[in-house]
């Protein structure tokens, strides 16, 4: 059977495609407005427009919107209560003084705070994964990443803020310190380096949701958790636990370790005086990698659906 | 009877798929922990390319890889293999830039922000995608206009019907002014009123602006009214591509009449029909999809004691499946 090559139609095509050449002549496409910017700029753009949609929408009833947060403040004000029934019956708590406790208390409590106000949304991804609504996120001109952190913006969370403001009002009424620049600008420093931290366990646990789409329980243990456990001085806790939260979850740069050095106290694991100033680089660093395990599962499920 | 495309230059051609592949990972679990993992393609050595301004149906059954499909398109899902550009760009590369120029409908999900009114949504959009006011306010008007959204821009999307909603959400694709517009089974669970609304919105849309659309569905009633081409996946693969007529004639499909007698009869025999089933007084007779059934229903009127009759119209699973048949018989033809 000769085969001739190389001549003539074979195989492989087919007639039926010269349609396409009717269509009409192509419009060139209209230039988006400024066509490179930045990603972290867009990002900021996208989370500052969705929660703005939803504060003007929570600001729409206003009663509602007070009803809420006054609940969520009384709700996180039963914790501080629970340690003032203990220090009825005790003077001390590890060698913590009560306004002591109350301090670690404030700051963890604001840290959380900002960080669960700010993208506190983010332990929906799981359901969004499993009911299928992420992909409706992914054909919008905007990083997942903030559309999920701003997704239900509520300004009722500011309620625990609040909270762990009177707080930490109350302790530093109630005990000496003898305040010296550095102790001064740690207060802020460690703050904003907590909230840091807690964002980037908040995006962390939800990049492991892209994998286990029922692990928000598993993210609540270390924020929620987290936050509980800081509640507390570092020596009630077994010397291992201590070592995990410092070195593998970096918690104990929340206040444990600034708030030593505001309160004179020795630092847990003996570390040295310079790591109460750490918190803020700690903050970075840990967004960092929370960013990048972000970019890992989001590349994970576009590549396996699901 | 797979069709391989023209690998790509076409002039005017705005999607284009070369040997795109989409392979899954699947994991079952076989035991306590031990799972079995196994390998699914899910879309499987696809080309075909698609101009500017064509409506184009993608039909298959479920599972067959039509979602999959959509997915790369608009750059949700990376593929696996092959070459995948549509207007130019990588989709899964640059999919925010692609966002600017496409629209996406998914009938069983919706993109509006669920709590929030309608309205809400809108002007999000607004200003998420940039664009310009005058725009925005005329393609905004024109929507509410074309699909009846004036009572409903102030309701929350929760509430809304499932055709309140669907027409919700097609307005919100196409405020932007996409290029091209991909719906996802848009007229799934829709009531027929609703189902004409949508259709003729998107004949207008086609016809006046030039949109691209590609559309994914079980209902051949969408194909049949809205799409001058057609797609049939299945398994994976591309198993046609050309008008609806060539693949009722590709499927040698065949619609079927529902006839209630007054009584029960033996098989009524009415040239041009054969009967398939009786079921005491009612009567299934199959006639080819591409003929007529009014003269054929007229002669049984004639002829026999009717009480009731409907057409029932071929679903694609059976013409999908004789088109199996067909090519499999053709290909053996071939042979010998």
Same mark, same amino acid.
């Given at each position: ?19 396409? +050449?009717?269509?009409? #002549?192509? !419009?060139? @496409?209209?230039?988006? $407005? /400024?066509?490179?910017?930045? =990603?972290?700029?867009? %990002? ?97 001109? +905007?990083?997942?990443? #903030?559309? !999920?952190? @701003?997704?239900?913006? $509520? /300004?009722?969370?500011?309620? =625990?803020?609040?909270? %762990? ?119 970075? %660093? ?21 | ?336």
């Amino acid at each position: 059977m000769a085969e001739i090559t190389g001549a003539g139609p074979h195989g492989r095509r087919t007639d039926e495609e010269t349609e396409a +050449a009717v269509a009409p #002549a192509p !419009v060139p @496409a209209p230039a988006p $407005a /400024l066509a490179s910017r930045s =990603r972290p700029a867009d %990002g900021l753009r996208a989370y500052r427009l969705i929660a703005g949609m939803w504060l003007r929408s929570t600001m729409a009833y206003r009663a509602s919107f007070i009803m809420t947060t006054f609940g969520n403040f009384a709700a996180t004000a039963l914790d501080f209560v629970a340690i003032l029934l203990m220090f009825s019956r005790v003077d001390a708590l590890g060698g913590y003084t009560l306004p002591e406790i109350a301090f670690l208390y404030g700051l963890t409590s604001i840290s959380f705070g900002l960080a669960d106000l700010a993208i506190g949304s983010m332990d929906r991804l799981g359901r969004r994964v499993r009911d299928g609504t992420l992909d409706t996120l992914l054909v919008r001109p +905007a990083p997942v990443l #903030a559309q !999920v952190a @701003a997704d239900r913006f $509520a /300004l009722r969370r500011l309620g =625990r803020v609040v909270q %762990g403001v009177l707080v930490l009002v109350y302790a530093l009424g109630s005990f000496d310190v003898h305040w010296t620049a550095p102790k001064v600008l740690l207060m802020p420093l460690m703050m904003l380096g907590g909230a840091a931290i807690f964002c980037a366990v908040f995006v962390a646990g939800a990049a492991f949701q892209f994998v286990a789409q029922d692990a928000s329980e598993v993210q609540n243990a270390f924020t929620y958790g987290g936050t509980t456990l800081l509640q507390y001085p570092p020596t009630v806790f077994a010397r291992e636990l201590v070592r995990g939260v410092t070195f593998v979850l970096p918690l104990a740069f929340v206040n444990w370790l600034p708030a030593s050095y505001v309160l004179g106290r020795p630092y847990p694991l003996a570390l040295p005086w310079w790591t109460a100033f750490a918190s803020p680089l700690v903050g970075v %660093g840990c967004c960092a990698l929370a960013g990048l395990a972000w970019r890992v599962g989001l590349r994970s499920y576009r590549s396996t659906g699901s | 009877m797979e069709l391989d495309g023209p690998g790509g230059g076409t002039d005017g051609a705005f999607i284009e798929l070369d040997r795109v592949e989409k392979v899954f990972d699947v994991r079952k679990k076989t035991g306590f922990l031990k799972r079995e993992r196994r390998r699914v393609r899910a879309v499987d050595a696809i080309s075909f390319s698609v101009a500017r301004g064509e409506m184009v149906g993608y039909i298959g059954p479920n599972g067959a890889g039509k979602s999959t499909t959509i997915k790369m398109l608009t750059g949700i899902l990376t593929p696996s293999g092959g070459r995948l550009r549509v207007a130019g760009i990588d989709p899964s590369r640059e999919r925010t830039r692609l966002a600017q120029r496409i629209g996406v409908v998914f009938g069983q999900r919706t993109t509006l922000w669920w709590d929030l009114p309608l309205i809400d949504s809108y002007r999000l959009m607004h200003r998420m995608y940039r664009i310009p006011d005058a725009r925005y306010r005329a393609n905004l008007d024109r929507c509410v206009e074309l699909l009846e959204l004036a009572d409903l821009l102030d309701v929350p999307v929760r509430q809304l019907s499932l055709g309140q909603r669907m027409r919700g959400d097609i307005a919100a694709a196409l405020l932007h002014d996409p290029d091209v517009l991909y719906l996802d089974e848009p007229t799934i669970g829709l009531d027929v009123i609703s189902k004409a609304r949508v259709r003729e919105f998107l004949r207008d849309l086609n016809a006046e602006r030039g949109t691209t659309v590609l559309l994914t569905t079980h209902d051949l009633q969408d194909i049949e009214q809205l799409c001058s081409r057609v797609m049939v996946i299945d398994h994976g693969r591309l198993m046609y591509d050309g008008p609806l007529a060539g693949l009722h004639e590709a499927g040698e499909s065949e619609r079927t009449l529902v006839v209630d007698l007054e009584r029960e009869l033996p098989p009524i025999e009415v040239p041009g029909t054969r009967v398939v089933r009786v079921e005491g007084p009612r009567q299934w007779l199959a006639f080819p999809a591409a003929e007529s059934a009014a003269p054929l229903v007229a002669r049984i009127a004639d002829r026999y004691p009717l009480v009731d009759l409907s057409v029932r119209e071929p679903d694609i699973e059976a013409v999908i499946a004789k088109m199996y048949a067909a090519s499999a018989a053709g290909a053996e033809r071939a042979v010998s």
